[in-house]
């Protein structure tokens, strides 16, 4: 069956350290992958869009990367700030599929000041 | 330039009653699509409309409905209602349709409480 996994625990990390989320999805062929941070309360924020072609997108202290042969991507924050924390959630579009996005449950991230 | 608006912000019904949720997007987008968000769930597509078409539909029950209107304000309306319908329903605006690289713009959310 199809799935989307990010690390169902709470990630917390120290402030400056650089945090990373994974997102593995299986079954599914996407050309796009998105990243998306949510405060509690609010709706997601769009962050990221990497296309299956590239290896990897950068912005300010934002990275992303997709493998499509793993069937992952990862997502970093450098220099970490206790601003940073929040769910981050990633959502690919199935190119073969009915569906716009498919979203996974998302990670909350904590910095630690 | 203005955000996804979506009123009610908060709403309680009661099972079997019916409710409708409303989503303004941002000017200029004419593609509007809908999710449910639930903890043990996560967020999950419900339908898309681009100029007041229908253009995708996820897994769901036909008492979840929708429609776009001229204006590209879009409704959705749920019948019925279970207590599993309990969620935060979310709308999210971009600006074209059928070509997922578009950005997705949210709304704050309506938070239902089926009791």
């Known amino acids: 069956s199809q799935k989307i996994e990010q690390n169902s625990e709470a990630l917390n990390i120290q402030e400056g350290k650089t945090a990373t989320l994974t997102c593995n999805y299986t079954n599914y062929s996407p050309a796009y992958l998105q990243w998306y941070r949510q405060d509690p309360g609010r709706g997601p924020v769009f962050l990221l869009l990497i296309r299956e072609n590239e290896k990897e997108k950068r912005k300010e202290r934002l990275k992303v990367t997709f493998d499509t042969t793993l069937k992952q991507s990862l997502f970093h924050i450098t220099a970490s700030q206790p601003a940073d924390s929040a769910t981050y959630l990633c959502?690919?579009?199935?190119?073969?599929?009915?569906?716009?996005?498919?979203f996974g449950t998302g990670t909350r991230l904590k910095v630690l000041a | 330039k203005a955000g996804v608006t979506q009123t009610p912000r908060y709403l309680i019904k009661t099972r079997g009653q019916q409710v409708t949720l409303s989503c303004s997007p941002i000017s200029g987008h004419r593609s509007v699509s809908w999710y449910q968000q639930t903890p043990g769930q996560g967020l999950q597509f419900l339908f898309e409309y681009f100029s007041e078409t229908q253009r995708n539909k996820g897994n769901f029950p036909g008492r979840f409905s929708g429609r776009q209107f001229s204006n590209s304000r879009s409704e959705m309306n749920v019948s019925t209602l279970e207590l599993g319908d309990s969620a935060l329903y979310l709308c999210?605006?971009?600006?074209?349709?059928?070509?997922?690289?578009?950005?997705?713009?949210f709304g704050p959310g309506t938070r239902l409480t089926v009791l």
């Open positions: 999210a605006s971009s600006l074209g349709a059928g070509t997922s690289y578009n950005e997705q713009f």
């Open positions: 959502a690919l579009d199935d190119a073969s599929g009915t569906y716009k996005y498919i």
